[in-house]
C-alpha cells in the first residue's frame, strides 16, 4: 500500500529521462552507412531523421557526439519503430540501446541528468 500510495503522489513516469538534442549521428551496419540528425536521446535509445529506412529489429552501429562536450559515444540499436516527417524526404527512427560499454552508459546518464536538471532549473550535480 506504501508503494503504491508512494506512485500517486509523485505520479508514473512515462519512461526514462528524454533530452532534446539536434546533432549528426553515424549509422552504420552491413550494407549502409550514412548520417542521421538526433532529435531526443535518453539512457535507452535515441529517436533520429535520416533519408532512408532501416527495417525494423535490424540493428546499427550509432555514433554521437555529444553537443557541447567532446564525449563520443558508439552504442549499438536496434530499430524499434519509423515513421514519416513532414519533410517527405526524411524517416524519423526509433532507436533502442542493445549494447554499450560501461563508460558510455556512465557518460551519456551525467549527460542526461545535468540536461534535466537544467531544463527544470535545478542545480545540476557536481561531478563525483
Known sequence: IRAVNHFLERGL?????RVEVRTPVQLR??????WATSRNISRG???VEADCELEPKSE???EITLPD?????AP?????????????????MGLRFVAMDSAAVRTLDDFIAERTSMERGLPSAAPA
Request: no cysteine; charged share 20%.
Open 60 to 62: 546499427v552501429a550509432v
Open 13 to 17: 513516469s512515462s519512461g526514462l529521462p
Open 45 to 47: 535509445g535515441i529517436s
Open 76 to 92: 549499438v540499436a536496434e530499430v524499434v519503430w519509423s515513421r514519416d516527417t513532414q519533410d517527405q524526404r526524411l524517416t524519423e
Open 69 to 73: 562536450t567532446r564525449l563520443r559515444i
Open 29 to 34: 551496419n552491413a550494407i549502409l552507412h550514412t
